[in-house]
């Protein structure tokens, strides 16, 4: 079964460093794979998505994910931190025939020092 | 234009008894799935429906049932409830189609079963 890996569930970074959370996938053909953002005591927001349009993504708030195949990776990245991004993020992929479903990884906390 | 809205957004209920959570989907989708959010951990899908019958569902009891209304609501039943349904629950809206589609999320129902 198709599914994804966030490697870190804690990740810590001084406001204006490069934020850097990392989520591998299992999956025999490409996969649909996207990144959401968990504010407390909140729903899901969507940061970004890949459905093999391009391997570099762009996201909402600065965010974005490059597709490796050869890694089977689809790491997230913002080039400088900022106190707000303080949230908990979520790698997930869609298993290919299982249309509008998604599988979650574990999540990983980011907590932004100031 | 609302997004995807729950009700309620809290509750507390007692071993045993039954619960029903309602959703309405974004303006314009046809498609709603459930998932649920143990503390500590990513989303796991309970099921989904389209043309108000259950399309996939996951690796839940039958005690978790649902329904979708023509006007594409829906509603989550956990009957017999147990301590460890104490979850947040969220109701997620597509379009029916592509597994690229995007997929929002609403607020979620904090459920506390004690």
């Known amino acids: 079964a198709q599914s994804v890996t966030q490697l870190g569930s804690h990740v810590s970074v001084s406001e204006g460093a490069l934020v850097l959370l990392r989520c591998n996938y299992s999956?025999?053909?490409?996969?649909?794979l996207f990144w959401y953002v968990q504010y407390p005591n909140q729903g899901l927001q969507l940061l970004l998505k890949?459905?093999?349009?391009?391997?570099l993504v762009k996201g909402i708030n600065g965010f974005e994910a490059e597709f490796k195949k050869s890694e089977t990776s689809f790491h997230l990245t913002k080039p400088s931190a900022h106190m707000s991004d303080a949230a908990e993020y979520f790698c997930?992929?869609?298993?290919?025939?299982?249309?509008?479903?998604?599988?979650f990884g574990a999540g990983t906390i980011l907590r932004v020092k100031s | 234009d609302a997004g995807v809205t729950q009700s309620p957004t809290h509750l507390i209920k007692t071993r045993g008894q039954q619960v029903t959570l309602r959703c309405s989907p974004k303006?314009?989708?046809?498609?709603v799935s459930w998932y649920q959010q143990a503390l500590g951990q990513g989303p796991q899908f309970i099921f989904q429906?389209?043309?108000?019958?259950?399309?996939q569902r996951g690796n839940f009891p039958d005690r978790f049932s649902g329904h979708q209304f023509p006007n594409y609501s829906s509603e989550l039943n956990v009957n017999a409830l147990l301590l460890g349904d104490s979850a947040l629950y969220l109701c997620?809206?597509?379009?029916?189609?592509?597994?690229?589609?995007?997929?929002?999320f609403g607020e979620g129902s904090w459920l506390t079963v004690v």
């Open positions: 997620a809206s597509s379009l029916k189609g592509g597994p690229g589609n995007t997929i929002y």
């Open positions: 999956s025999s053909v490409p996969p649909y």
């Open positions: 890949y459905t093999s349009a391009a391997t």
């Open positions: 997930a992929v869609t298993p290919t025939g299982y249309g509008n479903k998604l599988v």
């Open positions: 303006s314009g989708h046809d498609t």
């Open positions: 429906y389209y043309e108000e019958e259950e399309r």
